[in-house]
Each structure stands twice: as structure tokens, then as C-alpha cells.
T-cell receptor, first 115, second 113 residues
Framework: GAGVSQSPSNKVTEKGKDVELRCDPISGHTALYWYRQRLGQGLEFLIYFQGNSAPDKSGLPSDRFSAERTGESVSTLTIQRTQQEDSAVYLC?????????????FGEGSRLTVL | GNSVTQMEGPVTLSEEAFLTINCTYTATGYPSLFWYVQYPGEGLQLLLKATKADDKGSNKGFEATYRKETTSFHLEKGSVQVSDSAVYFCALSDRSGGFKTIFGAGTRLFVKA
């Protein structure tokens, strides 16, 4: 597709369940980011993949959160044993370039609601 | 570590008013600076950027100048329109942070007709 695609667009789950969120970046983009946006809040950095380098996981809030990326393609963000405070919009973004001038292209987000 | 601080919103203006949204940053290196915009119901998109000191980024009537001496990148527009109502995010990316992009908290702008 032409842009970053995320699925599902909406997910309602019960506390304690695991969820998987998927991101398809723009083809050829080497960098991929996950951010969390709580209602009315800013973007909270979660994790950053850059090519074949080890991912920067410094933003993951707990060990319940993990993410994988296959090469320079699809990424999945997994949240285990979800809690109500995990409710947020999870945004994925990709970028074509490394270095200081890379524009991020964002998906529409996956809205997660934990009951 | 790197950080971005921007003025709290919401900011409410009448059409044709002058807009300033303040943004200051902390970075150990020489970052590139960005403004992203999130229109209602849409995803974030890049509005403008500047990659070195004294650069001015501009787009859609918006401007921001990279001020190294004051570590600022304030967003300005001379005459806002109702269609500018959105959330605006200041962001930076630099080598010391592995070039990951970090964002400010966002400032919501409402423009009244």
C-alpha cells in the first residue's frame, strides 16, 4: 500500500488477556517506530527498529510489552496480561532514512481498550 | 537525555489571529527539529522541519526558526484559519539519541470563525 498500515484499528479486550498489534510500514523504509498516545496526551516513545541493528527498547514501559520486526517489513507489538492503564492508541511510524532528517510517516493507529 | 517541552493547550484563537506555539528542547548533540500536525480524525503528518541552527522551516503559512542560543523552535502563523484546528507536536531527532524521534506533549489549537 501507499502508506503505513496498522491493524486492528480497534481492539477491545479484557484485563489479563494478551493482544497483538500489527504494523506494515511503507515498502523500503528501514526505520520503524512504535509510540503510545493516551487520551489527550502526547506521544510516548516505545521502541525503534533501524535496519538490522538491535532495536532501541528504552521506551517499553514494562516486560509485558515486546515487539518484533521481520527484516525491514512487518512489525508486531505484543502486550501480555493487559491492564486498564494500557488503554491507548498505539501508533506505528516508518522512515526511509537514517540520520537527522528522516520524516516519519504514521499509520492511523490501533485503539486499544482494556476493560 | 533528550527532551521536548511545548506550551500547554488548548489554545483558542479567532480566525485571522496570530499564532505562536512555544517549543524548547534539551539535547546533548545538534538535533534536527520538527513540527508534526494531527488534524481531527487523521494521522500525524510532518508540517515542517529544520536541520541546523538558524534554519527556518515553513509550510502552509506556518514557520519555525531553529534557535540554538535559546534551544527553541517556536511555531508561528500570521493569520490562522478554522481549518488549522488540530494538535501540533514539536519533535527532535539527533545522533546522541540514536536518531530516534521524540515528541513533546502536543498543543491543541482551536480556531473559531
Amino acid at each position: 500500500g501507499a502508506g503505513v498500515s496498522q491493524s486492528p484499528s480497534n481492539k477491545v479486550t479484557e484485563k489479563g488477556k494478551d493482544v497483538e498489534l500489527r504494523c506494515d510500514p511503507i515498502s523500503g523504509h528501514t526505520a520503524l517506530y512504535w509510540y503510545r498516545q493516551r487520551l489527550g496526551q502526547g506521544l510516548e516513545f516505545l521502541i525503534y527498529f533501524q535496519g538490522n541493528s538491535a532495536p532501541d527498547k528504552s521506551g517499553l514501559p514494562s516486560d509485558r510489552f515486546s515487539a518484533e520486526r521481520t527484516g525491514e517489513s512487518v512489525s508486531t507489538l505484543t502486550i501480555q496480561r493487559t491492564q486498564q492503564e494500557d488503554s491507548a492508541v498505539y501508533l506505528c511510524a516508518s522512515s526511509a532514512s537514517t540520520g537527522p532528517v528522516g520524516e516519519l510517516f504514521f499509520g492511523e493507529g490501533s485503539r486499544l481498550t482494556v476493560l | 537525555g533528550n527532551s521536548v517541552t511545548q506550551m500547554e493547550g488548548p489554545v483558542t484563537l479567532s480566525e485571522e489571529a496570530f499564532l505562536t506555539i512555544n517549543c524548547t528542547y534539551t539535547a546533548t548533540g545538534y538535533p534536527s527539529l520538527f513540527w508534526y500536525v494531527q488534524y481531527p480524525g487523521e494521522g500525524l503528518q510532518l508540517l515542517l522541519k529544520a536541520t541546523k541552527a538558524d534554519d527556518k522551516g515553513s509550510n502552509k503559512g506556518f514557520e519555525a526558526t531553529y534557535r540554538k542560543e535559546t534551544t527553541s523552535f517556536h511555531l508561528e502563523k500570521g493569520s490562522v484559519q478554522v481549518s488549522d484546528s488540530a494538535v501540533y507536536f514539536c519533535a527532535l531527532s539527533d545522533r546522541s539519541g540514536g536518531f530516534k524521534t521524540i515528541f513533546g506533549a502536543g498543543t491543541r489549537l482551536f480556531v473559531k470563525a
